[in-house]
């Protein structure tokens, strides 16, 4: 209770503090003259990038760039949110997010983690090699840099395929990497961050990712953020870090 009071209050003075017309949050509606920058440098491909990004991170609610990203897609259709009662089922629930899904009416949200106990609010166990919830359970899905991290990802994306209903979507982002998939099986979790750069990715994605939704059965909608307009990050700015948020997939059932 004190937490939440303390949060707000933080956001609050952060919202007065980084006051300015350059830049939009879709998610916690700030008008900012600037974001936090991005910090560090990773492998890729077994050699080190530097990832700094000068305009990364909300100073109010702390949603990176594909969260604003999929919130402005978000609300550039509607017909996805709005008009009927919808239950989404939010993987590993970023916090902004939840405060933003409060807004939008008829949304039943249920959150779901493989260590639900690291959240401070409710949170289902989901293992997404093993979802403990009956077919076509969901309208939508939400699941945020979650596939990347799991080794037999395709059997995660057919559970993600088994609980939504028809007619339902999902939106996924991870991160991508040009247009192939670059995954040497097998590694350990140093190998992993030599060639991957964080110790629990499985993998480089690239766009042939779709290839594993449309196996699974869905109808794949591949968006760029350069079709998605808006101010939500800085356009001049062009890094690795921000290459590999450019796109987010629709998946319908
Ligand atoms: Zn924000």
């Known amino acids: ?13 952060r919202k007065i503090r980084y ?10 509606e700030s008008r900012l003259n600037s974001f936090k920058p991005f910090v560090g440098t990773y492998n890729l491909y077994g ?11 909300c100073p109010v609610c702390q949603s990176q760039i594909r969260h604003r990203f999929l919130i402005t897609y978000l609300k550039s259709r509607p017909e996805l949110l709005f008009g009927r009662k919808r ?22 949200v249920v959150f779901g983690d493989f260590r639900p106990e690291r959240y401070s609010f409710k949170v289902e166990h989901v293992n997404l090699l093993k979802v403990n919830f009956p077919d076509a359970s ?7 840099h979650v596939l990347e991290h799991i080794v037999e990802d395709e059997k995660a994306i057919s559970e993600i395929y088994r609980i939504l209903k028809p007619g339902a979507w999902a939106l996924i982002t991870l991160p991508i990497y040009g247009e192939k998939t670059y995954e040497k ?17 499985m993998r480089l994605n690239g766009l042939d990712v779709v290839q594993k939704f449309e196996n699974a059965g869905f109808k794949v909608t591949t968006e760029s953020f350069d079709s998605v307009p808006g101010n939500y990050f800085e356009r001049s700015e062009n890094t690795p870090h921000i290459q590999s948020d450019r796109y987010l997939f629709l998946l319908q059932k």
Request: charged content about 30%; glycine content about 8%; overall charge negative.
């Open 185 to 201: 099986p097998g590694l350990d979790a140093n190998g992993r961050i030599f060639e991957y750069g964080i110790h629990d990715h």
């Open 138 to 144: 969901f309208d939508a899905l939400v699941c945020n």
């Open 47 to 57: 050699k080190p990038v530097d990832h700094f990004t000068r305009h990364a991170e």
């Open 87 to 108: 239950k989404l089922l939010h993987l590993a629930p970023e916090d902004f997010l939840r405060r933003f899904w409060l807004k939008i009416p008829d949304l039943e």
């Open 1 to 13: 209770m004190i937490g939440e009071l303390r949060s707000r209050v933080g956001r609050q003075w």
């Open 19 to 28: 006051s300015g017309e350059k830049y939009f949050c879709p998610i916690c």
